[in-house]
């Protein structure tokens, strides 16, 4: 079945959207480092899983495959380090964190990812860790050429191995 226009033009930036979305999820200036549980060294994959999406004039299909749809970033962590290291969002994201605590067994974070075409998008997170690893949500909100769009990931950090 033929694409409209309208599909064809918001299809890039939902991808976009969505991509920066679940790459840049976990930080990277750490303002507010408190001390925690020391994190076991090894393997970690942080996942993102899309819960909500809301993205004007995007195609009801697209959004519909896009909720459930999930994506691990794979980290290696060195002995002696915090829940802040899974927190560092991948670099290639570009986000800057304008905000973060870290204490007492909850985080939360304020980053600020930028997009090829616009304003930066916000991304707001927040949840619980201990020494096994962080489970919490981010929300992500921003503009597309049909107005404002907002992506709800559930997330979960843990270790999958030395």
């Not at 616009?118 to 107005?147: C, L, N, W």
């Amino acid at each position: 079945m033929p694409r409209s226009p309208a599909s064809k033009s918001l299809a890039p930036s939902c991808a976009a959207a969505l991509g920066v979305a679940l790459v840049l999820l976990p930080s990277a200036a750490m303002a507010a480092m408190a001390a925690g549980p020391v994190l076991a060294a090894g393997r970690w994959d942080v996942t993102s899983t899309v819960t909500d999406i809301a993205v004007p004039g995007a195609p009801g299909f697209i959004l519909r495959m896009m909720r459930g749809k999930s994506k691990a970033e794979h980290k290696r962590l060195p002995a002696a380090q915090g829940v802040e290291a899974l927190l560092v969002p991948d670099p290639k994201a570009g986000c800057r964190v304008d905000s973060q605590r870290i204490a007492d067994g909850r985080y939360a974070q304020t980053l600020s990812c930028p997009q090829k075409r616009g304003e930066p998008m916000q991304i707001v997170r927040a949840g619980s860790y201990d020494a096994t690893g962080f489970v919490g949500q981010a929300t992500v909100t921003g503009t597309t050429p049909k107005g404002g769009m907002r992506i709800v990931l559930n997330q979960r950090a843990a270790r999958i191995g030395d």
